[in-house]
């Protein structure tokens, strides 16, 4: 059991409930909105553009 807080540990308290309040939580999630989207899209457009030069290459002896 815990032991109780007393006057001193209550004014505390109240004084840190501000910490936990949900605008100042967790932001880094929502630091960078779309960035998650962002970096998908932005990868499945490099291994497209990948595919693309290997298969509509010019030289059709080109190793590279």
Known sequence: MAKPLGPTGEFFKRRDEWR?????VNQ???ATPGLGIAVFA???YL?????YNRFHSRD?????
């Open 47 to 51: 291994i497209g553009e990948v595919f």
């Open 20 to 24: 936990k309040h949900p605008m100042l």
């Open 28 to 30: 880094f999630r929502y």
């Open 60 to 64: 059709p002896h080109a190793s590279h």
């Open 42 to 44: 932005f990868g499945v």
